[in-house]
DNA sequence: ATAATTATTATAATCATTACAAAGTAGAAA
DNA sequence: TTTCTACTTTGTAATGATTATAATAATTAT
């Protein structure tokens, strides 16, 4: 871990970041997280347990510096709360509407790929992209409740 | 503008919303912006000149409503506030980083098309795609602004 | 060591959205 | 018409995510 952590910390003296420990905790949550696209308060819980002084607001600064630098990149899905992806690469996600996932989704299109500059003449900086339905493994589960009249 | 209001309000029964006038009127504004994609305040703030009685509740309630009904699209693009488009067919955005406009995109990807009932094998309910940039009028003004050295 | 700069923390403020309950409206039943 | 009922609108309070502000701590420069 210590090799992991060295890396992380160049990440961030490239990006002219310094590497503070609440900032190296942040970018190796982050990093180990990949799949979770997590939330600040997802982040925030995580490291409460390793370092019980960090404050929400760190967080919040810590994020938001590594967005603006391109260290890390915002997902918008749920539309009530940021989530953070330490995979930088142009990719789309899926929010399944069920279990709650978000999933990565890779498309050969070259919007989605990045590789176009202007769209309708307009200068690109920035592509998202998002489904939103029933995932493969909760689809298949669907079947297997009952009909309607279930809980309580 | 009589024919007009006729049309909308078959629209409102056809999805089984009781075509009151406050709703009517909030469906009129969207029909007459379509290019603006509006946000709840602005619908609030200019409907509120003709129905000085609105309650902000009812905009949120009605466009809530119209939203679950399919009546009319979401866009969250800016993940401060919500916007609403009167167009439901598929299609991307573009926000502008320089004048905040939203500008439709139309592409011919098949997914944009809402033509793909899946993506790697997950159940598609919605699809969503923006780009942020700068937008082509904006651009074109770059060059006539002053190096930097401007205001005060 | 002292001063200046930057980072972290704690707390309060903001802003969009939702929850809730009171008051209003329209239409059916009596 | 009057009464009853269901639905709509309104006003206000609550929520929740994010940002602003100021105090404290840590780092860097002089
Ligand atoms: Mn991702
Ligand atoms: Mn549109
Ligand atoms: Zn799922
Ligand atoms: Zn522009």
Redesign the pocket.
Known sequence: MITNMNILKNRLMEKGI?P????LKVLEYLSNNLKNHP???MVYEELLKE?P??????V???L?NFLEKGLVSGVIITG???RYDFDTKYHHHFLCKICGKIIDIDLKCGYALGEKRTVSGHRIDEVHGYFKGICKNCYKNLGTKPKGHSSS
């Open positions: 310094k503070t420990f609440q900032r939330t600040v308060e370092i002084t960090l404050s929400l607001t760190t919040y600064n810590t938001n009530t709360e940021a």
